[in-house]
Every structure is written in C-alpha cells, then in structure tokens.
C-alpha cells in the first residue's frame, strides 16, 4: 500500500486540537452555517455531486461548512470521489488507484475498487500517483470528510486544462463506474471561482473603487453558479473558456455535472457564496468561493 504525504498543511492545521478548533469555528462563523453538522444514518441520500471550495479555512472555510453539514444531514455514503484541478501543471487526468492519504486525523484509503472500475470505463483517466503528490485541492476537504465519517474512503482525480470531450468522457465513466459497482458514492468536484486582482494578473473592472470590484467578482460568479444550478455543463465550459475566466476548477465542476446528471440529479442548489474580501476583507486578492449540491 502506497502511503501519500500531507501537501497542503497550513491550509488547515497540522496540529488535531487545532485542526478540530478550526473546523468547528468554520461552522460557527459568520459566513458558515450556524450550527454543527449531525450524521444523520436514515438520511434520504438525494445528493449526487457537489462544489467545495479549496482555499485555505481561514478564508474559505466557513464556505464548505454549508457542503459538509449539509452531506453529513443527508446520509453515509460508501465512498467519495474528489475531483479537482491541478494547480501543479499536471497535463492530462488522473487517478490514484491504491494507498492511503496521511493527514494529522489518520490515514484515508483509496477505495481501490471504485478507482480500478473507473479506469476501466474512462480510458482517459491514468493511474498516476505524481499528479497529486503536490496539489492541495482535493487535500482540503479530507478533514472535513474525516470529521464527519470514521470509515472514509475516496477516490482523488486531478485534471488538467480540458476541453468538453474530456470532461464528458471523465464524468460518463465516473457515472457508469459507480453504477457498475453499484455504490452509494458522492461526488465532490473541488474549486474556486473569480481569482480577482494583481497577484492573479486580473483585473477587468480595474483596481477600484472596491465596492466596484466586488460587484464585478460577485455578477461574474454568479454567472457561473447559475450554470451549476441548472446542471448546464457544457455551456458552464464554454462560459468560462470563452471569457477566460479565472475559475481554476472549470473541469473537474463540469465533469461532475456530467456524472451527476447520468445518475439522476435533476437539479443544483447554491447553499453558500462569498468572497474573500466578504468573510476577511482583504483587497489585494480577491476569490469566490462556493458551496452547492446536486441532489435527485
């Protein structure tokens, strides 16, 4: 069994006291859902896929609260499989297929299963550990998932820069994988939306006034959310590519809109969105984040 490093602490803390204070301010906050999140075991299981934003949990954080609470009221799934870009350069799709994730709460196995039926049904996804050694945007979800589940289990894709054909062809095959084995997964595509400002190299609305500048992120990724929430995911490809937006996670999201769609979900539904600049209000880099499910 392969073991996979943590990449991402200082997203989180490394530390458990911290990293479990952390998760429960996240719920507290603001900007979370008010409340903690309760497993419910006879939960209706109507969530297919899901957005999760990946930024660090002091800006984003309080954001994927809404996803987590909402995945742990509607049930236990067997398995989860994380979708989300490569930060890393990576150039193509890939799973890792065997092994653990190490975080600071315990070891995370790959549902070896699940990941070996997907390669079967998506040739375009390989077996490559490399891809995700680095990146950080399915890493940050995992204590979240461990918060809620003691028997986790996932499956980690990365993607790359892709056109349609791929993300069509990753999504059908995750779908006809899970039917194959016919298993109670959720999918969480991982990303975040406008990267706004001149760390990013982005600033279409200029550099002020900020109340300017935070209409133009908040309509721009309301675009976006509008495409999720009717589960239009060729056209939230064509809008992002289209526009070069900066929403790092445009694949993985419509990817799971496919998968989603061919195992049933009717429709999206928003449950939270903010920016940094709302939950921290810091000007010099300015994200949105977004949490939203898919649901029967």
């Given at each position: 069994?392969?073991?996979?490093?943590?990449?991402?602490?200082?997203f989180?803390?490394?530390?458990?006291?911290?990293?479990?204070?952390?998760?429960r301010?996240?719920?507290?906050?603001?900007f979370?859902?008010g409340?903690?999140?309760?497993?419910?075991?006879d939960g209706?299981?109507?969530?297919?896929?899901?957005?999760?934003?990946?930024?660090?949990?002091?800006y984003?954080?309080?954001?994927?609260?809404?996803?987590?609470?909402?995945?742990?009221?509607?049930?236990?799934?067997?398995?989860f499989?994380?979708?989300?870009?490569?930060?890393?350069?990576?150039?193509?799709?890939?799973?890792?297929?065997?092994?653990?994730?190490?975080m600071?709460?315990?070891?995370?196995?790959?549902?070896?299963?699940?990941?070996?039926?997907?390669?079967?049904?998506?040739?375009?996804?390989l077996?490559?550990?490399?891809?995700?050694?680095?990146?950080?945007?399915?890493?940050?979800?995992?204590?979240?998932?461990?918060d809620?589940?003691?028997?986790?289990?996932?499956?980690?894709?990365?993607?790359?820069?892709?056109?349609w054909?791929?993300?069509?062809?990753?999504?059908?095959?995750?779908?006809?994988?899970?039917?194959?084995?016919?298993v109670?997964?959720?999918?969480?595509?991982?990303?975040?939306?406008?990267?706004?400002?001149?760390?990013?190299?982005?600033?279409?609305?200029?550099?002020?006034?900020?109340?300017?500048?935070?209409?133009?992120?908040?309509?721009?990724?309301?675009?976006?959310?509008?495409?999720?929430?009717?589960?239009?995911?060729?056209?939230?490809?064509?809008?992002?590519?289209?526009?070069?937006?900066?929403?790092?996670?445009?694949?993985?999201?419509?990817?799971a809109?496919?998968?989603?769609?061919?195992?049933?979900?009717?429709?999206?539904?928003?449950?939270?969105?903010?920016?940094?600049?709302?939950?921290?209000?810091?000007?010099?880099?300015?994200?949105?984040?977004?949490?939203?499910?898919?649901?029967?």
């Amino acid at each position: 069994m392969r073991d996979r490093s943590p990449a991402a602490v200082g997203f989180y803390p490394g530390n458990k006291q911290a990293l479990k204070d952390m998760i429960r301010e996240c719920y507290l906050s603001e900007f979370g859902p008010g409340s903690l999140p309760e497993v419910n075991p006879d939960g209706p299981r109507e969530i297919v896929a899901c957005v999760a934003p990946h930024a660090g949990y002091y800006y984003s954080g309080p954001v994927a609260a809404h996803l987590y609470r909402a995945i742990a009221s509607d049930g236990e799934p067997e398995s989860f499989v994380l979708i989300g870009p490569s930060h890393m350069g990576y150039p193509g799709v890939a799973l890792m297929a065997e092994g653990n994730w190490v975080m600071p709460e315990g070891r995370v196995p790959v549902d070896s299963k699940l990941a070996k039926a997907i390669l079967r049904n998506a040739e375009i996804i390989l077996e490559d550990d490399s891809a995700h050694t680095s990146e950080h945007s399915l890493e940050v979800q995992l204590p979240f998932l461990q918060d809620l589940y003691k028997d986790l289990k996932i499956v980690p894709i990365a993607m790359g820069m892709s056109d349609w054909e791929t993300c069509r062809e990753v999504g059908e095959g995750v779908a006809a994988a899970i039917r194959e084995e016919n298993v109670d997964a959720v999918i969480i595509a991982s990303t975040d939306l406008t990267h706004y400002g001149m760390m990013y190299g982005y600033a279409p609305a200029g550099t002020g006034p900020i109340e300017k500048v935070i209409k133009w992120v908040h309509d721009t990724d309301g675009e976006i959310i509008s495409r999720i929430e009717s589960l239009d995911a060729e056209g939230l490809l064509k809008l992002v590519r289209g526009r070069d937006l900066t929403m790092c996670g445009a694949a993985p999201v419509t990817s799971a809109i496919v998968a989603a769609k061919e195992l049933g979900a009717k429709r999206g539904i928003k449950l939270q969105y903010a920016t940094s600049y709302d939950i921290r209000g810091s000007q010099d880099a300015i994200v949105g984040y977004l949490s939203a499910i898919m649901t029967k």
